[in-house]
C-alpha cells in the first residue's frame, strides 16, 4: 500500500537448550505476526536452540532435536504467507555454521551463515562455530546456502546478517544493500551491561542510514542463561536513520514490536540524493519468495509538522542552528561585498521580523553598530495598528536605524499613470503597492551603500505567493529555505534569548495573523488573512516536504495528510489545498529560476542553483490527474 510494508521482530521466550519448547513458541509467534499481516519477522541468533548452550552445541542429541523442531514449524507455517527467519546451528561439510534460515510457506527458502565470529571478553563463538563468510554458491539438499544471498518479493528485496556482522568494519549488510537490498533483518545475541544499549542502538539506527534502508534487530531475552550474562531481548525498527519502534528490555514474556517501512520512499532517496550509485556492488544469488502479506492501512506516526522537532530540547537545537546558519551566511556575503548597509522591509509580520533579528545578529557577529540597519516600514492601504505598532517598537527595541515612508500616495500617483481604478482592488492593486515598496528599498539601499536582505520564506517560495519583481527579489534572502511553520518557532525562540521588552513584541508578533495586509482595512481590522487565500501553511509544508525529499505521488500524499491531520482537516479539505499546492508550485517554477542567493539551512532548498532543477514550462497535468 503506497510502498508501505509491514515488518516484526520477536524476542520469544526461550528454554535453554529444550528445542521442542522453543519451536513451539515461535510458531506461535510467526502465526501472531501472520494475522497482523507482516511481510516477515526475525528472530534472535541460535533462537531454536537457544544461544547459550555453549558446548551442548556438539551434541548430537541437540542436532536430532533441531531436525525434528524444523519439520514442526515448516508443517505449522506451510499455509502462511509470512516470511520469517529463525537462527540455528548448521552442519555443513564436518562444520558447525551459526546460522539464519529464511523460511516460507512450509520450506527453507535459503540459510545464510555468520560471517564475523566474536572471540574476546566474554565471547568464544569460534570455538564452536565456523565462520562463513567464504562460503559461497553453495547448496544443502538444493537449499542455497551461503552469505551471497538476497531474497526478493514482489514488494522488496532484503538480506540477512547475524549479530556481530553489525559490529564488522564495513558489515555484510552494507554490501547487500548496494547490491539492492531494501531490508536488513539481524539475528542478535548481544548481552547486557551498562552503556551498551545505547551503542548498539546507535549502531542499528547509523547502519540503516548508511544503506538507507530499513534495519529490523532482534535479540536474545532474560530467559537465555544467566550463568556469566544477562540478556535483554532488545528489538529495534529503523529507516534510513530513524528508529520508527524499539521495545523495553528485559521483559519476562515473549514479544513482537512492528513497524511499517516506507520502501517507495527508500528507492527514492537512493536514487535521488545520495553517492549510492557510485560503490561497487558484489555478485548476489537472488531468491525468490513465495507471495507475502500486504497490508490495507498504515500502522505507523505520520509527523504533521515535519519540519519542526516535536521535542523541545531538539527543536531549540535546531533553532540555535538554523539561525547561526543564517546569520553567517550574511555576514560572509557583508564581508565579501565591503561591509554595505543592511535595507529592510519591517512589516510586523513574520518573515520581516525573523529577517531583521538575523540582521541584527549578523552585526553582533561583524562588530558592527546597528544603526548601519535600516528598517524601512512603509504602511500601505491594508497596513493595521498592530503590525505598524510592533514593527515600530521593534525597530527601537533592537536600535536599529528605522524610517517610516508612506506609500500610498505613491501607488495613487502611480494608477494615475497608468488609467488604472484605485476602487477596483484586483491583482494590479496589491501588486502595485508592492512593487512601490521593492522600488523604495532597492533606491534606499543605492542612496545609502547598502543591500536589500529579502524575507520571503521558503513556503511563500514554493507557492509563488510573492510579487514577482516585487518581494520576490533583493540581493539575499536569509529566509529562502525556511518554510513557515519553522519561522515562528525560530521568534518564539530568539524571544527566550533576549530582554523582556523585545520578547513581549515578539510574542505578539508570533501570533499575528499572516497577511499580506494589500486590501484596505475595516476597523483595524483584517480583511486579507492569507491562510484563507491558499489554504493553511502547515498542509502545505507537509505536502512540500513530502513531494520534494521523497517524491511522493499526490494520492500518497493525500493519504499521509488524512492520517496526519485525522484530528483537524478532512479529506475533502486536504484534497481541495493539495490540488492547489500542486498547480501554484508548477505554475511558478519561472519565479524560483531567477531567485535571489539566499542560505540552505535545511534538507529541502529550491533554489536554482543548488537542490532544484525544474523547467518552468512543466505541464502539470499528469499530477493533478493522479490526485483526481
Not at 156 to 169: K, N
Not at 330 to 335: C, F
Not at 340 to 359: E, F, N
Request: hydrophobic fraction near 40%; proline fraction near 4%.
Amino acid at each position: 500500500m503506497f510502498g508501505f510494508i509491514r515488518v516484526a521482530t520477536a524476542a520469544p521466550k526461550v528454554w535453554v537448550g529444550d528445542i521442542e519448547k522453543n519451536s513451539k513458541e515461535i510458531v506461535k509467534l510467526i502465526k501472531e505476526a501472520n494475522k497482523n499481516r507482516s511481510f516477515a519477522i526475525v528472530f534472535p541468533e541460535l533462537s531454536l536452540t537457544s544461544y547459550t548452550i555453549a558446548d551442548l552445541f556438539f551434541q548430537k542429541v541437540v542436532f536430532d532435536e533441531i531436525e525434528k523442531a524444523l519439520k514442526f514449524i515448516l508443517e505449522s507455517t506451510k499455509d502462511l504467507n509470512i516470511i520469517f527467519i529463525i537462527g540455528s546451528p548448521m552442519i555443513f561439510k564436518d562444520r558447525l555454521y551459526n546460522s539464519a534460515f529464511v523460511c516460507q510457506k512450509g520450506e527453507i527458502l535459503g540459510i545464510v551463515p555468520k560471517s564475523y565470529l566474536p572471540t574476546y571478553r566474554e565471547f568464544y563463538e569460534k570455538r564452536w562455530f565456523d565462520s562463513g563468510k567464504n562460503i559461497k554458491n553453495c547448496y544443502i539438499d538444493n537449499i542455497p546456502f551461503g552469505v551471497d544471498l538476497l531474497f526478493k518479493s514482489d514488494d522488496t528485496t532484503f538480506g540477512v546478517e547475524i549479530c556481530e556482522d553489525l559490529w564488522a568494519v564495513i558489515p555484510p549488510s552494507s554490501y547487500q544493500a548496494l547490491s539492492g537490498a531494501e531490508l536488513i533483518f539481524n539475528l542478535s545475541a548481544s548481552n547486557e551491561y551498562v552503556g551498551k544499549y545505547e551503542y548498539r542502538r546507535e549502531l542499528v539506527k547509523t547502519q540503516s542510514a548508511r544503506c538507507i534502508g530499513g534495519y529490523i534487530y532482534a535479540s536474545s531475552g532474560v530467559y537465555e542463561s544467566t550463568t556469566d550474562l544477562v540478556y535483554g531481548g532488545h528489538l529495534i525498527i529503523a529507516e534510513n536513520g530513524i528508529v520508527l519502534n524499539e521495545n523495553k528490555r528485559f521483559q519476562r514474556e515473549s514479544e513482537i514490536i512492528y513497524a511499517d517501512i516506507d520502501i517507495e520512499k527508500l528507492r527514492f532517496i537512493r536514487l535521488n540524493e545520495t553517492s549510492f550509485k557510485d560503490e561497487e556492488a558484489k555478485e548476489f544469488r537472488v531468491v525468490k519468495t513465495f507471495e507475502t502479506n500486504g497490508i490495507d492501512s498504515i500502522k505507523r506516526f505520520i509527523d504533521p509538522h515535519p519540519f519542526v522537532p516535536s521535542e523541545s530540547t531538539l527543536r531549540d537545537r535546531r533553532c540555535e542552528e538554523i539561525f547561526n546558519i543564517q546569520a553567517s551566511s550574511l555576514a560572509k556575503r557583508v564581508e565579501h561585498i565591503g561591509n554595505p548597509k543592511l535595507i529592510l522591509g519591517i512589516s510586523g509580520g513574520l518573515d520581516s521580523t525573523l529577517a531583521l533579528l538575523v540582521c541584527k545578529k549578523t552585526f553582533e557577529i561583524l562588530n558592527r553598530d546597528s544603526k548601519d540597519i535600516i528598517a524601512i516600514t512603509m504602511p500601505g492601504f491594508g497596513t493595521t495598528g498592530r503590525t505598524y505598532e510592533n514593527a515600530k517598537k521593534l525597530c527601537k527595541y533592537l536600535n536599529v536605524d528605522f524610517r517610516e515612508i508612506d506609500i500610498k500616495d505613491a501607488v495613487l500617483d502611480h494608477f494615475k499613470e497608468i488609467g488604472k481604478d484605485p476602487n477596483i482592488h484586483d491583482i494590479t492593486y496589491e501588486n502595485a503597492q508592492a512593487r512601490e515598496r521593492t522600488q523604495v528599498l532597492m533606491d534606499i539601499a543605492n542612496k545609502e551603500g547598502g543591500i536589500v536582505v529579502g524575507t520571503g520564506d521558503l513556503s511563500e517560495i514554493a507557492l509563488g505567493f510573492s510579487t514577482y519583481n516585487a518581494d520576490h527579489i533583493s540581493m539575499y534572502n536569509v529566509n529562502a529555505s525556511v518554510p513557515k511553520t519553522l519561522v515562528r518557532y525560530l521568534i518564539d525562540w530568539v524571544a527566550t534569548k533576549v530582554d523582556e521588552k523585545i520578547a513581549k513584541v515578539l510574542k505578539d508578533i508570533s501570533h499575528t495573523p499572516i497577511s499580506p495586509e494589500l486590501l484596505p482595512k475595516k476597523d483595524e481590522e483584517l480583511v486579507q488573512k492569507t491562510e484563507e487565500i491558499i489554504g493553511p501553511y502547515e498542509l502545505h509544508d507537509f505536502f512540500l516536504y513530502h513531494f520534494i525529499k521523497y517524491g511522493a505521488a499526490p494520492k500518497k500524499i493525500l493519504y499521509l495528510a488524512k492520517l496526519a491531520f485525522k484530528e483537524k482537516y478532512d479529506k475533502k479539505t486536504i484534497k481541495k489545498w493539495l490540488k492547489l499546492f500542486i498547480k501554484r508550485f508548477f505554475a511558478n517554477q519561472f519565479k524560483r529560476s531567477c531567485m535571489p542567493d539566499g542560505p540552505k539551512v535545511g534538507s529541502i532548498s529550491l533554489s536554482p542553483r543548488g537542490d532544484w532543477r525544474m523547467p518552468s514550462d512543466a505541464v502539470v497535468n499528469s499530477w493533478i490527474k493522479e490526485l483526481e
